[in-house]
């Protein structure tokens, strides 16, 4: 964590902002409670700004988490969070260790390498649908 003492002991709910990024970069730890998260592109959002992210089965966000690496799945309850915010508060190294892994992890969700998995995957396709029909071509 960015510093060994505390900065608050409350938690204040901002509603919708526009400035998120900047709200992820002051920040230690992302806390995920909700119960039904399709995906999760909040969740790569806080991991590109190197933070551990701590969550609940949410259904889709469970697919992009690595537990122990980007973050935690954790048990719907109280106390196997503030447990898990604490560990990590009290283990430096394997905070650091995570808080590396969530941006090496979130690069995988860039536009421009996500864009270039997407085309390969289409043309992989093309490639396939041809060769089923016997065409004969080698660039889609």
Not at 65 to 85: A, P, T
């Amino acid at each position: 964590l960015k510093s060994k003492k505390l900065k608050t002991k409350s938690v204040v709910f901002l509603g919708n902002i526009d400035n998120v990024q900047s709200y992820l970069w002051e920040s230690d730890i992302y806390l995920h409670s909700a119960t039904y998260e399709p995906f999760g592109l909040v969740l790569i959002e806080a991991m590109a700004a190197g933070l551990p992210v701590l969550t609940i089965n949410g259904k889709g966000n469970v697919d992009i988490m690595e537990q122990g690496k980007n973050g935690f799945v954790l048990q719907e309850n109280k106390e196997v969070f503030s447990n898990k915010i604490n560990e990590l508060y009290l283990n430096n190294s394997e905070y650091l260790k995570i808080s590396k892994f969530c941006k090496e992890y979130a690069m995988k969700f860039d536009i421009l390498n996500y864009t270039n998995l997407l085309t390969n995957y289409y043309k992989s396709i093309l490639k396939n649908n041809r060769n089923e029909r016997g065409e004969q071509r080698d660039n889609p």
